[in-house]
């Protein structure tokens, strides 16, 4: 079973930023958070990780809560391209995926 | 990020044949992993492949139904065995450098048994 719980499913405007939340209730201390989404009938892509600190890249930045058991994907300006499943999991030293349902996230004109 | 080839992209197999599936890594890669997309659900990781040793297979999947071989550091393969309707899912290659750093996904092989 999915260690995190994410909603099923929400709405962007183009332009506007996505804020996707995730909650990591089990996390532990060595476990980091990864967040990938999937476009239609691609593999999941990877998007960003951290441990503990907040990061950011040419796609998004993830927001960590000081307890951990948090976490925000933003992308800062969603296209139509933006469009997918997000996932977001937490894993530490077998590097497993456990993937939940994941967010559908449908960005609209 | 490395570069992942699996191949058949998709396949419509007969009902008791099995299928070989091969992922090619352009890079040496500590870990390999399969999983699988039954339709309209999210992934599920069948196994890890090891190295030069038998595959660590998760709960639910057999090693008789799903052989695995990792003959190197950049090659693994998939052979689902005595294919049934249910198998009919998207199978994907998944590699990873281990704790700390991102798994990178293959597009996956669509299979359809018949």
């Known amino acids: 079973d999915a260690k995190t719980t994410q909603p099923t499913s929400m709405d962007c405007a183009e332009g506007r930023a996505a804020n996707l939340p995730c909650n990591h209730s089990?996390?532990?201390?060595?476990?980091?958070v990864y967040w990938y989404r999937q476009i239609h009938s691609q593999g999941p892509q990877y998007i960003i990780h951290g441990l503990k600190n907040n990061e950011t890249n040419e796609m998004a930045s993830l927001i960590i809560t000081e307890d951990r058991k948090s976490s925000t994907l933003i992308l800062p300006h969603a296209t139509l391209r933006d469009t997918a499943v997000y996932y977001c999991i937490d894993t530490g030293t077998a590097s497993k995926l456990t993937f939940g349902t994941g967010t559908r996230l449908q960005v609209t004109l | 990020s490395a570069v992942i080839s699996q191949k058949p992209s998709r396949d419509i197999c007969q009902r008791g044949t099995s299928l070989t599936i091969q992922c090619q890594v352009d890079?040496?890669?500590?870990?390999m992993f399969w999983y699988r997309q039954q339709p309209g659900q999210s992934l599920t990781l069948i196994a890890t492949a090891n190295q030069g040793s038998e595959a660590t297979y998760e709960s639910g999947f057999v090693i008789d139904k799903f052989p695995i071989s990792r003959p190197n550091l950049t090659f693994s393969t998939l052979t689902v065995s005595n294919m049934s309707p249910e198998d009919s899912s998207i199978y994907l290659c998944?590699?990873?450098?281990?704790?700390?750093?991102?798994?990178?996904f293959g597009d996956g092989t669509r299979l359809s048994i018949l």
């Open positions: 998944s590699v990873g450098q281990g704790l700390g750093q991102p798994q990178h």
């Open positions: 089990t996390i532990s201390g060595n476990e980091y």
């Open positions: 890079s040496q890669v500590t870990m």
